[in-house]
């Protein structure tokens, strides 16, 4: 197999390489371009202008992401995959993967779009380094098409265990087709944003027009084992996608839950109160009437929508910031 193909292994020993160029039998070319970030570029004849940007290790400990994103580079290099589409795969935050942890100084998916230039640190001129890397590999052609999977996995269980967060930007609707592709791939449930983010899709998506999104493909455990997060048809979907084959013809959404954004709750004070169990799984389902948190000066959060379900809780955030997102079902009428 090719050094370059052993890009995990780089990264997590800090070694740049040497040879920072190399091809594999069928012509595909391998390029390194900084810690953790690699370039794939298909044998022009088999070039099917897709441009796709893989990343895994935004948190450092995703560990089953981050194993999926070097299975599929050790099959290029290896000439085992022969992809048609461009590649760039990106390891988010190399350091803190060495230390086995969430972030070094500060969660680097809430730095993108310009806020690393009101921070500083390790992961503000990560986010830096990583905008430059995407906008350079989808460079200025836009007869080709780009799309974005940003890989991770959860802190807390969820109800529905494989999951996409779809970013969002004015005047700009949400694509079924990529809905369908999602579902064929395993994932069960999309949740339509309505509003600018800060997290590495939402810059791909609104800053640099591919088609991007955030995956939850489960939860976070240590390296090697990942056995109970099932990333089979995942694989299976990125395999095709890269080798430019069509995964099945039936295009359906079927079976696919849509959710919308109802609310965020905003942590205001030191007395904020989130009134769900500390373990609370993603997506659990909260009755109208529901007393969801209590904040300074009487503000109350009282659960009002039909169906509406919790993901994200976290009481611990800095005041100012989300503790919670109330989300409820979508019935796809946005899409096109
Ligand atoms: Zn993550």
Redesign the pocket.
């Known amino acids: 197999m090719l050094a370059l193909g052993k890009l995990l292994e780089l990264t997590l020993a800090g070694h740049e390489p040497s040879a920072k160029i190399q091809l594999t039998p069928d012509g595909t070319r391998l390029r390194w371009l900084d810690e953790g970030a690699l370039e794939v570029t298909p044998p022009a004849a088999r070039d099917n202008g897709l441009d796709l940007l893989l990343s895994a290790g935004?948190?450092g400990n995703?560990t089953a992401p981050i194993e999926l994103l070097d299975r599929l580079l050790r099959g290029i290099a290896r000439n085992e995959l022969h992809p048609a589409a461009r590649i760039l795969f990106l390891f988010g935050n190399p350091e803190a993967m060495r230390r086995g942890e969430r972030y070094v100084e500060q969660d680097l998916?809430r730095l993108f779009s310009g806020r690393h230039e009101q921070s500083s640190g390790f992961e503000a001129i990560r986010a830096c380094d990583l905008e430059h890397l995407a906008a350079n590999f989808f460079g200025k052609d836009t007869g080709r098409t780009r799309l974005h999977y940003d890989l991770?996995?959860?802190i807390r269980g969820s109800k529905i265990e494989q999951f996409a967060l779809y970013p969002w930007q004015e005047g700009r609707a949400h694509s079924r087709s990529e809905l369908e592709r999602l579902r064929a791939a395993g994932i069960e449930a999309v949740l339509l944003q309505n509003k600018a983010s800060i997290t590495f899709s939402a810059y791909t998506y609104a800053q640099l027009g591919a088609e991007a999104f955030t995956l939850e493909l489960g939860k976070a455990r240590a390296f090697g084992q990942n056995e109970l997060v099932n990333l089979d048809l995942l694989e299976s979907a990125l395999h095709a996608l890269i080798e430019g084959r069509e995964v099945g013809e039936d295009s359906t959404l079927d079976g696919m839950q849509l959710f919308s954004v109802s609310r965020e709750v905003i942590k205001h004070s030191d007395s904020f109160q989130l009134h769900v169990p500390a373990d609370i799984e993603n997506f659990t389902e909260l009755e109208p009437g529901y007393l969801l948190a209590e904040d300074i000066a009487d503000t109350r959060w009282i659960v009002e929508e039909q169906g509406a379900r919790i993901i994200f809780p976290n009481p611990k955030v800095k005041n100012g910031l989300r503790a919670a997102i109330l989300i409820v079902p979508d019935d796809g009428a946005g899409l096109a």
């Open positions: 935004i948190h995703e998916n991770h996995t959860a």
